[in-house]
């Protein structure tokens, strides 16, 4: 059915029935619609044939019915919702991951490069002994410098007394932290923990200075060298040496690091500037070795080859930042003495010839020597000046008389240098054995019965002394007489008696020449300062009346109380050992020996124990008196020189085994 729209004619719509309505029927319903929802719309009652009121369809609402802010405050609504949500979510996150971790190591803590964050303290202090363990015992690498230069060497850390401390390095670690933020971002990131050691600073200083040898590189002056003829600058090197003050601190917070451990170094300065060592090579050092030098001598002159040359000269700094030539003296000599040996002389001491108990004088010879250092004063000079076309002349001193001084060469010219001669006195003058006037043997005194070992000894003490003079007032020490007795002085080990047993000893035998030269002294009538006699008595020496002698302790001496010089003679033979004492006599000497007294038996001793033991007889002690009787042979008056002597048993030796 169809009915006319009262506003619109000839508009028609469907109903639902299958009619048609116009379009703006519908506006005017969806006009009437809205009226109806309003508070202030009037009331419509349609005419019920004219149109059916249809009811608003639920939707979204239009922006003309919400109106322009309506869509942001939900939007706000929406975010406040979700942003509470995630906060609440990582509050319940923050609260359950600080209760899980309260009592372990924070996370992304590493030790020494091992992990251990997240881990509890017992699980920590477990996984830092196991994997740092073999890093506490192993050597610990230090280096000193850096570069080409550095140095390296290697400490025990045990020496060093170094050792991990594991409880305070988990302390290191630091409790859970409690910052949010500091908590979220330990998932991501890693914090290393200096692993903290436990050591002695002593004794971690002891060990470093032990190792110092290895470390310290002492700086080197710059120098010049010669390669044969050439010179070559050297340039200077600063030094380093450790720090010893600052390294055990280092060592003690890096020797378990994986890498070796630097020790602080001092540099150590050097004065020798580049221009000095260029100064001292274009000025010295080339100028040199441009041609040969000469040292002119006594009929002979000395040639030194540029070669030579290099080999003796030296430069050493001279504290401004130069180089100072010096020549070195023993090793220009070696070169220079195979030329000018021939012209030097030794000196000889006088002697005596002797023909049965006569004696004559036989002169000293005045030694001739060339004075090397100053000699050697003008070269560094002369080689200053330009290279010789000809050598200079041969110098041949004219004769002189016996003991007077040689006429001196004229001053050496170009590039040499004249030889400086010494003269040597010998140590015994022809005017000190002249001194004994008709000298004769006024004591003599001879020996035997010793071994071969000891006879070495005692030929070897006799050439020492033979020929000894005593001048009068002089006290003659055999101890001071002969310097030490040792195998560098020629003598040899023999045959002694130690703690009552054999053995073997440098020096044995001296005390047998002592026990000749005290008799021969004895009877020469010469005033008798100090000997002591042996301990026990020896068969083979008068009793009362011999000597013994051992380095810094016992000592022989006499004094010449005489108006004239004394010489000693000694004649060894491999069997016996004669000592002769050649001067102006005064006195006839005889010895008078009381009888022993005061015996003491030997007794018993047993040094089984000792395996160099052997059995011997014991001899028993005494007590004996020797008086010297001295005749003056110009007065006749006599003197008596009593002296008691008291000898120890020597005990009996067993070398029992049961």
């Not at 309505?21 to 506006?27: F, S, W």
């Not at 930042?321 to 020549?327: D, E, F, M, Q």
């Not at 059995?615 to 005749?631: A, N």
Request: include cysteine; hydrophobic fraction near 35%; charge should be negative.
């Amino acid at each position: 059915m169809t009915t006319p729209s009262p506003d619109s004619p000839g508009n028609t719509r469907t109903e639902p029935d299958g009619g048609d309505r116009t379009e703006q029927d519908a506006e005017a319903t969806r006009a009437m619609s809205a009226d109806a929802g309003s508070p202030s719309a009037p009331s419509y009652d349609p005419d019920a044939e004219a149109t059916v009121q249809i009811p608003p369809v639920a939707g979204p609402p239009s922006q003309e019915e919400e109106g322009p802010d309506a869509g942001s405050g939900g939007s706000r609504r929406r975010l406040l919702l979700t942003g509470a949500a995630v906060v609440g979510l990582l509050a319940a996150l923050y609260v359950g991951d600080l209760l899980v971790s309260a009592t372990n190591v924070p996370r992304g803590v590493t030790v020494a490069g091992v992990e251990i964050g997240g881990m509890n303290r017992l699980a920590a202090q477990d996984t830092l002994r196991t994997v740092l363990g073999p890093r506490v015992s192993r050597p610990v690498t230090l280096v000193a410098g850096a570069g080409p230069e550095a140095r390296t060497t290697t400490l025990d850390p045990r020496v060093a007394g170094l050792d991990l401390d594991v409880p305070a390095t988990l302390d290191e670690a630091g409790e859970q932290p409690l910052n949010p933020v500091t908590r979220l971002a330990s998932f991501f990131a890693a914090r290393e923990i200096a692993p903290v050691s436990k050591g002695n600073p002593v004794a971690i200083g002891q060990a470093v200075d032990a190792a110092r040898p290895q470390l310290d590189r002492a700086s080197t002056e710059g120098t010049i060298r010669f390669e044969g003829d050439r010179p070559v600058p050297v340039p200077s090197v600063p030094g380093a040496i450790v720090d010893s003050r600052s390294a055990p601190d280092v060592v003690l917070a890096h020797w378990l690091d994986a890498a070796p451990v630097g020790l602080p170094v001092t540099e150590q300065p050097v004065t020798v500037t580049q221009d000095g060592l260029d100064r001292a090579l274009r000025e010295v050092a080339t100028p040199a070795v441009a041609g040969p030098a000469y040292v002119i001598g006594d009929a002979r002159n000395a040639t030194l080859s540029p070669t030579e040359i290099g080999s003796f000269l030296r430069f050493d700094p001279d504290g401004s930042g130069g180089l100072t030539p010096r020549v070195d003296v023993p090793a220009a000599q070696k070169i220079v003495d195979q030329d000018l040996a021939p012209t030097e002389a030794e000196p000889k001491d006088a002697t005596f010839a002797f023909d049965g108990a006569a004696a004559t004088v036989v002169p000293a010879v005045t030694g001739r020597t060339v004075d090397y250092p100053k000699t050697f004063q003008g070269l560094v000079a002369a080689l200053g000046r330009p290279a010789d076309a000809t050598p200079p002349t041969t110098f041949t001193p004219p004769p002189v008389p016996p003991g007077a001084t040689p006429a001196a060469p004229p001053p050496a010219s170009g590039r040499a240098v004249n030889a400086v001669y010494t003269t040597t006195p010998p140590k015994v003058t022809t005017e000190s054995l002249q001194a004994l006037g008709p000298a004769t043997v006024i004591g003599e005194f001879q020996t035997g019965g010793f071994a071969a070992d000891s006879g070495q000894n005692i030929k070897r003490v006799a050439e020492i002394v033979n020929g000894a003079i005593v001048q009068p007032g002089d006290t003659f020490s055999l101890n001071g007489f002969t310097g030490p007795r040792d195998a560098a002085q020629g003598f040899v080990e023999a045959g002694i008696i130690d703690d009552g047993v054999p053995g073997r000893g440098i020096g044995g035998g001296i005390s047998q020449f002592a026990t000749t030269l005290y008799n021969a002294t004895y009877f020469a009538g010469l005033q008798q300062v100090e000997h002591k006699e042996h301990s026990y008595y020896i068969s083979r020496y008068p009793a009362g009346r011999e000597a013994t002698v051992f380095e810094g302790a016992i000592d022989l001496k006499f004094r010449n109380d005489g108006d004239t010089p004394v010489l000693i003679r000694t004649l060894w033979t491999p069997s016996s050992i004669k000592v002769q004492i050649y001067g102006q006599k005064r006195y006839d000497v005889t010895s008078q020996t009381g009888p022993r007294t005061n015996p003491v038996a030997p007794g018993t001793r047993d040094l089984s124990a000792n395996p160099r033991c052997k059995p011997s007889q014991g001899v028993g002690g005494f007590t004996v008196t020797d008086t010297r009787v001295l005749t003056d042979v110009r007065t006749g008056q006599t003197r008596t020189e009593p002296r008691t002597v008291r000898y120890n048993p020597e005990p009996e030796i067993t070398c029992a085994t049961g």
